[in-house]
């Protein structure tokens, strides 16, 4: 099975940056397309930024210009880069990881981000 394990979450004031990391036991990597979410408490998880297995990015229009996905495909790892935070970026953060070709989704267990006004 693949495995996530995210990290680099933390508590920031608004306006400050975090940077989160995720390393994927996915094999090879570079046939996977990932990405970052956010839930917060009764909500459903939401789309942060996915990153294609050709490196190509997307990103919800809320983070436009404030993140960056990116990875690294030589350490299994993806990145993403959190600038300008907000308050309202509070949440836990998941990463994900889905084969290309195959529609299901896999998880990790999620880095809490506090931003403070």
């Known amino acids: 099975q693949v495995q996530l394990v995210e990290s680099g979450g933390g508590s920031v004031q608004a306006g400050g940056s975090l940077r989160l990391s995720c390393a994927a036991s996915a094999r090879p990597f570079s046939n996977y397309n990932m990405g970052w979410y956010r839930q917060a408490p009764g909500k459903e998880r939401e789309l942060v930024a996915t990153?294609?297995?050709?490196?190509?990015?997307r990103y919800a229009d809320s983070v436009k210009g404030r993140f960056t996905i990116s990875r690294e495909n030589g350490k299994n790892t993806i990145f993403l880069q959190m600038n300008s935070l907000k308050p309202e970026d509070t949440d836990v953060y998941y990463c994900?990881?889905?084969?290309?070709?195959?529609?299901?989704?896999?998880w990790g267990q999620g880095t809490q981000v506090t931003v403070s006004s």
């Open positions: 990153i294609s297995s050709g490196g190509s990015a």
């Open positions: 994900s990881s889905r084969r290309m070709g195959t529609t299901t989704n896999y």
